[in-house]
């Protein structure tokens, strides 16, 4: 089993920035695919940022160059910085990695983009 541990959320005003964090413990041995995903109230979740542990970065068009992913191998935790959110961005954001084993989800943390 991998556990997840999110931060970061909040409520920040529209141009504004927030940076996600997700730290993973446990059966951490290969994770190859850590990122986020996204849910707003009354929409179906969607991806947000991915990355492997060969270095291949994927964005949702809707972030990009906005929202910049990395991850720490050491510290076996990823990262969403995101800049110039606006309000569309609002969503619980959550955190899910990859091994052989199988998808690990994290509970979420919610981003709110509010004057």
């Known amino acids: 089993q991998v556990q997840l541990v999110e931060s970061g959320g909040g409520l920040v005003q529209p141009g504004g920035s927030l ?3 997700c730290a993973a413990s446990g059966m951490t041995f290969s994770l190859n695919v850590m990122g986020w995903y996204r849910q707003a109230p009354g929409k179906q979740r969607e991806l ?17 160059g906005r929202f910049t992913i990395f991850r720490d191998n050491a510290k076996n ?19 899910i990695v990859k091994n052989v084993l199988g998808d690990y989800w994290g509970q979420g943390t919610r981003v709110t983009v509010s004057s």
Do not use: H, N, W
């Not at 947000?48 to 949702?60: E, L, R």
């Not at 959110?85 to 955190?95: G, H, Q």
């Open 77 to 95: 935790t990823v990262y969403l910085q995101m800049d110039s959110l606006k309000p569309e961005d609002t969503a619980v954001y959550l955190c």
């Open 19 to 21: 940076r996600l964090s």
């Open 48 to 64: 947000v940022a991915t990355t492997t542990s060969a270095g291949m970065v994927t964005y949702a068009d809707s972030v990009k």
